[in-house]
């Protein structure tokens, strides 16, 4: 063997020796790699929506293989989320464990997301979406901090169909000590959202997915997290003009076309003291352009308080009076909201006679132009006829007087308690705008520790 050829084999020999090295090197890598690269989103979500950052990042391993699946790559979903009936966005097909009406194994439709991290926010609103409070709505109820228990109940809620589910969670948290990462937030967060604030799961008004926007949130952010392009947002939303616009806590933000009409029972709206046409219509998720037509109206015009504003059927013969066509309130009179007290008769023995209406006696008052009242003639009043002079009365007995009590206060009726029953599509908010409270209030009457609601649960709301 010549001195070359031993130097060739042994180079051989070394690059086959770091191949295996390096084989076995990304092994380690890819997967701290993982958890690296998405831990600070699931201590974010964490602090945020309430799901251990332990229990995200281990079904994020254990769907995605730690990011390497056809559904993580090409979908960016890290959850195996669905489609599901309510999905609009982009779609991804492959084999699952759908099966069709012969027993045949068939593709399943699961959802794109934009980014990795997306799919982390998706992922906590898919489990805190109101339609899905009786599947995992305990969860929320449970200690963040316990992620064997929340592997247990994700496992009973029936989020993957595997035997053992549960059991992979949790060996996947102890191995790659994931339960670490859910006690660096600022504060274990049980709640979903603080006392009065209103929750950014999603909900349906009227048949229309919405969201609520949280305090100072731009659009930008809201179609992030909600997959929903800002162009769709600003064409669902009259009131959205730009990306960086700043919302108010609690602002509605429809993710679907509002509908033509009131879908429920209710067929006119009165309308309330500075109310719009615009406020009407994020209510009963209605369409401003079909609102104003349906009542006669365009733009700009606004009804005056008090006026039925129709929901929902045919255009009104009649359209509502307008703010600029009411009638302002006298100064100095009293405005009654139910029927005044009528005036008294006057006495039998009693004859009046009213005074005559004249331009010199009424003349017409204008702003402005001052007044002359003419000088007004004595009137002659006839001498009374003497009457025969009484015999006099002795003086009757000085008693003293009885004291005074003075009135007692009245005391207030208690007011009655009045309560709510859960309707299919209810949230607090919606619940708290029917009744003119707020989220807060119906949450202190009945010691709710979050804004989760359940189907025929009863709440008192005053």
């Known amino acids: 063997m010549s001195y070359r050829s031993h130097l060739t084999k042994r180079f051989a020999l070394a690059l086959l020796t770091l191949g295996a090295a390096r084989l076995l090197l990304p092994a380690q890598d890819f997967r701290q790699a993982y958890i690296e690269q998405f831990k600070d989103i699931a201590i974010q979500e964490m602090e945020r929506a309430g799901v251990p950052a332990?229990?995200?990042?281990?079904?994020?391993?254990?769907?995605?293989?730690?990011?390497?699946?056809?559904?993580?790559k090409r979908a960016n979903n890290h959850f195996g989320i669905k489609c599901g009936a309510n999905w609009d966005g982009r779609e991804f097909f492959k084999e699952d464990d759908d099966y069709d009406?012969?027993?045949?194994l068939i593709k399943s439709c699961f959802r794109v997301y934009r980014s990795p991290e997306t799919s982390f926010i998706a992922h906590s609103e898919f489990l805190r979406d109101p339609a899905k409070e009786e599947r995992y709505g305990f969860l929320f109820r449970l200690d963040p901090m316990d992620y064997q228990s929340w592997a247990r109940g994700l496992k009973r809620a029936g989020y993957a169909t595997a035997a053992t589910y549960h059991e992979r969670l949790i060996n996947?948290?102890?191995?790659?000590?994931?339960?670490q990462y859910d006690r660096?937030?600022?504060?274990?967060?049980v709640e979903v959202n603080v006392p009065g604030a209103p929750s950014s799961a999603f909900g349906y008004n009227n048949d229309v997915r919405y969201v609520l926007s949280t305090e100072n949130e731009s659009v930008s952010t809201v179609a992030r997290r909600t997959e929903v392009s800002f162009t769709q947002l600003v064409r669902y939303n009259e009131h959205l003009t730009d990306g960086e616009q700043r919302l108010d806590e609690g602002t509605i933000i429809y993710l679907q076309p509002k509908r033509n009409a009131y879908r429920g029972r209710v067929v006119q709206h009165y309308v309330k003291e500075g109310e719009t046409m615009f406020d009407i219509s994020q209510a009963y998720g209605i369409k401003l352009t079909k609102l104003l037509n349906r009542n006669r109206m365009d733009k700009g015009m606004e009804p005056a308080p008090g006026q039925p504003v129709k929901l929902r059927g045919g255009k009104v013969k009649q359209r509502p009076l307008l703010r600029s066509e009411a009638p302002a309130p006298t100064p100095g009179r009293i405005e009654f909201e139910e029927t005044p007290v009528m005036p008294l008769p006057p006495a039998k023995d009693t004859v009046t006679t009213p005074a005559p209406v004249t331009p010199e006696r009424d003349p017409v008052i204008r702003p402005g132009v001052p007044?002359?009242?003419p000088e007004q003639l004595p009137v002659p009043i006839p001498e009374p006829t003497p009457e025969p002079t009484p015999a006099p009365v002795p003086p009757s007995p000085v008693l003293p007087e009885e004291p005074k009590s003075e009135p007692r206060p009245e005391t207030p009726a208690p007011q009655q308690p009045v309560y709510h029953v859960v309707d299919r599509g209810d949230t607090l908010w919606n619940i708290s705008q029917r009744y003119q409270t707020t989220v807060a209030a119906i949450r202190q009457l009945n010691g709710?520790?979050?804004d989760n609601i359940q189907l025929g649960q009863r709440l008192r709301v005053k």
Request: zero cysteines.
């Open 172 to 179: 996947i948290i102890e191995t790659y000590k994931l339960h």
């Open 101 to 104: 009406a012969n027993g045949r």
């Open 371 to 373: 007044v002359t009242v």
């Open 184 to 189: 660096l937030g600022k504060a274990p967060i």
């Open 448 to 450: 709710l520790s979050n």
């Open 54 to 72: 332990s229990i995200k990042l281990a079904q994020g391993i254990l769907e995605s293989d730690f990011g390497r699946s056809d559904l993580a």
